[in-house]
């Protein structure tokens, strides 16, 4: 199994930036993939970034390509998002996640086995 607790979460300005921070516990975390999912009031959750196992392989959503960036420590057992140039619509819940099966590519499409509690981003325009 694998715990996860978030951290980072908060108010910034739209421009700024924020740093999320996921604390996981448990043997899986090592070999599973991990990513970002956020929810926002009256929309859908969404895939925001994932990076495997290794951190060999990342991926990030359109919407965040080249503002967001992913990664992780294995031996801290920490998965970090770093948020820059935030807008108004990086508003949302977000939430940590990992998949300990199925292979790279499946956490974007949603197949997560494990889900953190999240941390509210609000972004003031």
């Known amino acids: 199994q694998v715990q996860l607790v978030e951290s980072g979460g908060g108010l910034a300005s739209a421009g700024g930036s924020l740093r999320l921070s996921c604390a996981a516990s448990?043997?899986?975390?090592?070999?599973?993939?991990m990513g970002w999912f956020r929810h926002a009031p009256g929309k859908e959750r969404e895939f925001v970034a994932a990076?495997?196992?290794?951190?060999?392989?990342?991926a990030v959503a359109e919407s965040v390509k080249g503002r967001f960036t992913i990664s992780r420590d294995n031996v801290a057992k920490k998965v970090s998002l770093q948020m820059n140039s935030l807008n108004p619509e990086d508003t949302a819940v977000y939430y940590c996640?990992?998949?300990?099966?199925?292979?790279?590519?499946?956490?974007?499409?949603?197949?997560?086995?494990?889900w953190g509690k999240g941390t509210l981003v609000t972004v003031s325009s």
């Open positions: 448990g043997r899986a975390f090592s070999r599973a993939d």
């Open positions: 990076i495997s196992w290794s951190g060999g392989a990342t």
């Open positions: 996640a990992a998949a300990t099966t199925g292979g790279w590519g499946r956490i974007s499409a949603g197949g997560v086995d494990y």
